[in-house]
């Protein structure tokens, strides 16, 4: 297979650094890869599989022969350069929450609506959608195939690395500040995260919920949308569910694997026909991520998009 010219845009953060991985972990076919971060980080190493590359400064690359981008630089930064990237035939994948809900913008997850991803062409943007809602509509299509989902509740407890890796730091030295019983100094959270919990991601809409409860509605509702032909098999999923001590999957035990694992199914006695199940995935990874490559996959795989160089 023909190789791909693949910009990772936020090569240092989290996400940027996991999509490295992955995309030498799956052999995807690339010609190049190139690092890409802000202009703090140019000459700063990062790995890809064996090799190391060093990063670049987004705002001086010239996109004229990249295939793909994919984009974990933040939402400020997807809106004013994937517009730009896109209009150089480079094919934008990210992972900020700028673009999923735009009607010109698939908002993909393979496993559930990998048809739609063919949409790309109008904007040359694909949008992945925020990390729960990954992992919650993988669970969520198998049942929607079998009795068409009319309600979903849903509580999220979310990892530290959802939010950067500013946030993996201040867990780490308030963490050190609670041992050495230090002052905790809080920066990036509005709270002290170190054992603790915080009920707030993004920020506070007008009807009292945030923006992180609504981005899972809406992306849900875009990506299972009912007039779409989802229906077939059921990928990504792996039951685990022994009604045992230990017979279920912690997140702990889902880091670093690509499944979305389903535990503690039963029926629920508060409503007719109502089902609660446990819903563990890596959030890096199919969160974000893995399913960034994917979606790459899916476009090479179907022949939807034929690297530059080779085009002539
Ligand atoms: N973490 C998750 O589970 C998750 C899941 C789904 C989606 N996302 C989304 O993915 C994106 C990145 O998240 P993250 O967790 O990887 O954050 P992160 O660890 O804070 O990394 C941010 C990355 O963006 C780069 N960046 C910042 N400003 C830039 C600029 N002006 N030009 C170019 N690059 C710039 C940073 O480069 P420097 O090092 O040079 O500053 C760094 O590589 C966010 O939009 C986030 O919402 C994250």
New binding site residues.
Partial sequence: MPGFKVAV????????REMLAILAERRFPVSEVVA??????VG?EVSFGERTLK?R???HYDFSDADLCLM????A??KEWSPKIGAKGCVVID???AWRMDPDVPLIVPEVNADAARGFAKKNIIA?P??STAQLVVALKPLHDAATIRRVVVATYQ?V??????AMDELFSQTRSVFVSDPIEAKKFPKRIAFNLIPHIDAFMDDGSTKEEWKMMVETKKILDPRRDILREAPGCLVVDRREPGGYVTPHEATGEDATYISRIREDPTIENGLNLWVVSD??RK??ALNAVQIAEVLVNRGWLKPKLNAA
């Fill in positions: 845009a936020g090569a240092t953060g989290n996400v940027g890409l971060a802000s202009s703090r980080s700063k990063c400064a987004l705002e974990s630089a933040g939402g930064v997807s992972n900020s929450s992945n925020n990390c990892s690395s959802g939010a950067g890796k500013e959030n890096l969160g974000a």
